[in-house]
């Protein structure tokens, strides 16, 4: 049996959730309506006007759904700020999710619209884990996409991850930004929890501290075998031959080497080439450039296309905030996954599909699964009891079932990142740019189809929809991509 998450100082998993979770829960509890239901998570679109999704998030996830439960002081703050009956309280105090997950593992490439985590439980049990399920894959997802992304952008060039001091979540990003390929954090404590490589320079203060530059530069020498320098605190080409001096000195007396110098502001294309060149001209051609200060995928490729000498980047607020581009109406800061049922079997043991009827926001009905072409070509959402096609992968993996982790479920943060760059590897360039022309084609299987038009003739039926409000509808539904032959 897996152990329980420690539970931080603070930390009250049963009330992780917004207000209308727990009234919806009562609701259900005083009518008796507490069938087994299926939720999707998924997301309507990719991030950052791109076309893939890296799937991150799901330990934590989990480890959210292990430890949910309310506590006796929990349960007094619910009874204090709604009048719950009592007896709604008491089975509150027994809560413990029993149902079973499905879900893609992290460092999978997902598209939108596909689940990335399918939900069956009772239905309260179900309700009550939305929004921590959704604030747990959101914000990993979005980061680890944002950082896939920064990594491509840099050709190979190290990424080190430096958002500590602006990121929503430091410890989910920095365990995101690896998934995504960066290869390091500055972020000590993550370092420790996630065993990461920690790097970093030092500041402009140390700088600052001495009289001179150079007083500057010898003292970080003489304190460390390999250091790097920073060299815009003041000038950065007189910075390079006062660094280039002390390296010397350092080397001759102390054995003592420069690994790399540090380009934090200014003109960091004719800075870095007039960095270059001396560092070649004083046979120090192996001392590595780094370029930081408000850097993202955009600006990294700015950067190279116009001849950079940049050997590695450090990039903070971009990967802590998941920022995108308001210059180029690229939007950021949040993923957007939603939380959708789709399934429900009610008392009476009848099965129910369920959708919302919304324009472009409509839901798929049904219990799904998603398949992969084995060339990338396409992924085919169908559902539950169709035929498996003939060559393709299944996405969604068992993780928890009758509220026990199912084996294997939350594989070493290494493995996770080698499934990453794997599947980064596999996906095809056209859908790995920054900016995507085509979206990647996932197809709607002729079953789901018809289960979603039979759900709406359904509704209609029963008088929830009109037939131009269903008409709408079907109007404003994203079209099915092409599949590619």
């Known amino acids: 049996m897996p152990m329980m998450p420690r539970r931080a100082p603070g930390y009250h998993p049963g009330l992780y959730t917004d207000m209308y979770h727990p009234d919806s829960a009562y609701v ?77 593992p992290e460092g999978s490439i997902a598209f939108p619209n596909e689940p990335l985590l399918r939900v069956t439980a009772p239905f309260r049990e179900a309700l009550l884990m939305e929004s921590g399920l959704l604030h747990a894959v959101n914000l990993a997802t979005l980061i680890a996409t944002k950082a896939a992304r920064v990594v491509c952008a840099a050709q190979g060039r190290r990424i080190s991850e430096f958002a500590f001091r602006r990121a929503q979540n430091p410890l989910v990003v920095a365990r995101s930004s690896y998934i995504g390929g960066c290869t390091s954090t500055s972020l000590l404590a993550a370092a420790f929890e996630y065993r990461l490589l920690a790097t970093g320079t030092v500041p402009h ?64 294309v004719a800075d870095s080439q007039y960095v270059r060149e001396q560092l070649v001209a004083a046979d120090m051609g192996h001392v590595r450039i780094l370029a930081s200060g408000d850097l993202d995928e955009f600006e990294i490729v700015r950067l190279l296309e116009a001849g950079a000498q940049v050997d590695a980047f450090g990039v903070g607020t971009a990967l802590g905030a998941g920022v995108g581009d308001p210059t180029q109406g690229i939007p950021g800061g949040a993923l957007g996954g939603v939380y959708k049922e789709a399934w429900y079997v009610g008392e009476d043991a009848v099965e129910h599909p369920k959708l919302k009827l919304a324009g472009s926001k409509t839901t798929w009905p049904g219990r799904k699964e998603v398949y992969r072409h084995p060339a990338w070509e396409e992924d085919i959402i169908q559902l539950e009891g169709e035929p498996a096609p003939a060559g393709y992968t299944r996405l969604l993996r068992p993780v928890m079932r009758a509220g026990r ?4 479920s939350l594989p070493p ?50 008088g929830k929809v009109s037939v131009r409000d269903d008409a709408e509808s079907a109007d404003q539904t994203p079209p099915e991509p092409k599949r590619k032959r």
């Open 405 to 408: 982790m199912a084996p294997g």
């Open 413 to 462: 943060l290494s493995e996770v990142w080698e499934l990453a760059q794997a599947n980064l590897a596999r996906l095809p360039e056209r859908y790995r740019a920054l900016i995507a022309q085509e979206p990647y084609p996932v197809r709607f299987s002729a079953g789901l189809q018809q289960l979603r038009d039979e759900a709406t003739a359904l509704a209609q039926a029963q």
């Open 205 to 268: 203060a140390l700088i600052q501290l001495f009289e001179t530059e150079e007083d500057a530069f010898s003292a970080v020498a003489e304190s460390f075998n390999r250091y790097t320098l920073l060299l815009d605190t003041y000038d950065p080409r007189r910075a390079i031959q006062t660094a280039i001096a002390v390296a010397r000195r350092a080397q001759t007396t102390l054995g003592h080497t420069l690994a790399a110098v540090r380009l934090d502001s200014g003109d960091l």
């Open 28 to 104: 259900s509890w005083v009518t008796g309506r507490n069938g087994l239901t299926t939720f999707d998570l998924y997301t309507r679109t990719a991030p950052f006007s791109g076309a893939y999704l890296l799937v991150a998030g799901l330990e934590a996830a989990l480890e959210f759904v292990l430890s949910f439960r309310y506590t006796p002081e929990e349960l007094a703050f619910l009874a204090r700020i709604r009048d719950y009956d009592p007896a709604f309280l008491d089975e509150l105090a027994e809560f413990r999710f029993t149902g079973d997950i499905v879900a893609m």
